[in-house]
């Protein structure tokens, strides 16, 4: 996301390159500027948010009291029509950050 707002600005400064913003070109370089300044606003908005739900999930799993299971069990149909169970751990299921209540953002 930021990498696109960095090359967003650069391609977008590059219209501003011109004879009559010459000697100093302050326009483009404001342009940049602007863009990387906006790109340490999201990247710092983000990182609030991913701290703030990591202690949001700590906080959560203290008052429930309860560990959180690190495996999970996968159906899987054999030929003849059977079921069977896997164990399987829980990082290898199809699930999303939201789902799986152990993860937490790496920060």
Known sequence: MTNTHANLGQMVS??????KYRPR????????????AFDILIIS??????????KRRDAEKLASGEEYEEFGFVEHVQEDGSVVK????????DITDLENKAFRYPL
């Not at 070109?25 to 990387?36: G, K, R, Y």
């Not at 908005?45 to 990591?54: A, F, G, H, P, T």
């Open 14 to 19: 590059t219209q501003f390159w011109k004879e």
């Open 45 to 54: 908005v983000i990182r609030w948010y991913l701290v703030r739900e990591n």
């Open 25 to 36: 070109n302050t326009v483009p370089w404001i342009i940049i500027l602007s863009s990387f």
């Open 86 to 93: 896997l164990k399987v751990p829980i990082q290898f299921l």
